[in-house]
């Protein structure tokens, strides 16, 4: 039900991890670059998509969202990005759903949980 989209490998890991611990997510794929990202939402549908904000190639992940939505409208799209400062710009975006900065991971699985529309797992 969950897309990655991050180009750092380690991030990735620590991603699908921390997602781990919930046993109603399943990572159907991970992408390094935009285009990759959005050829991999239009085959599995997502629900979530975790979308990063520095990628491999010349589309960022603000510029990749709106077309990520084109690809999996019913997703939701999370931007996870150490950028603080395009927290602004994101949330205006009507294809961002969420923001959080990568050094609050700690709150990405209740993040995930509740635009999901889940409840914390007991």
């Given at each position: 039900?969950?897309?990655?989209?991050?180009?750092?490998?380690?991030?990735?890991?620590?991603?699908?991890?921390?997602?781990?611990?919930?046993?109603?997510?399943?990572?159907?794929?991970?992408?390094?670059?935009?285009?990759?990202?959005?050829?991999?939402a239009r085959t599995v549908h997502p629900n979530l998509i975790?979308?990063?904000?520095?990628?491999?190639?010349?589309?960022?992940?603000?510029?990749?969202?709106?077309?990520?939505?084109?690809?999996?409208?019913?997703?939701?799209?999370?931007?996870?990005?150490?950028?603080e400062h395009l927290r602004g710009e994101a949330l205006l975006?009507?294809?961002?759903?969420?923001?959080?900065?990568?050094?609050?991971?700690?709150k990405l699985l209740a993040m995930t949980q509740e635009l999901?529309?889940?409840?914390?797992?007991?």
């Amino acid at each position: 039900m969950l897309v990655v989209v991050e180009d750092e490998p380690d991030i990735r890991f620590l991603v699908r991890v921390t997602l781990g611990s919930d046993r109603r997510f399943e990572v159907l794929g991970e992408a390094a670059s935009a285009t990759e990202a959005i050829e991999l939402a239009r085959t599995v549908h997502p629900n979530l998509i975790i979308l990063d904000h520095g990628l491999e190639g010349e589309m960022t992940g603000l510029e990749a969202a709106p077309l990520l939505k084109q690809a999996a409208p019913n997703a939701k799209i999370l931007l996870f990005t150490a950028n603080e400062h395009l927290r602004g710009e994101a949330l205006l975006s009507p294809s961002i759903d969420a923001f959080l900065v990568k050094t609050e991971i700690r709150k990405l699985l209740a993040m995930t949980q509740e635009l999901l529309g889940l409840t914390q797992a007991g």
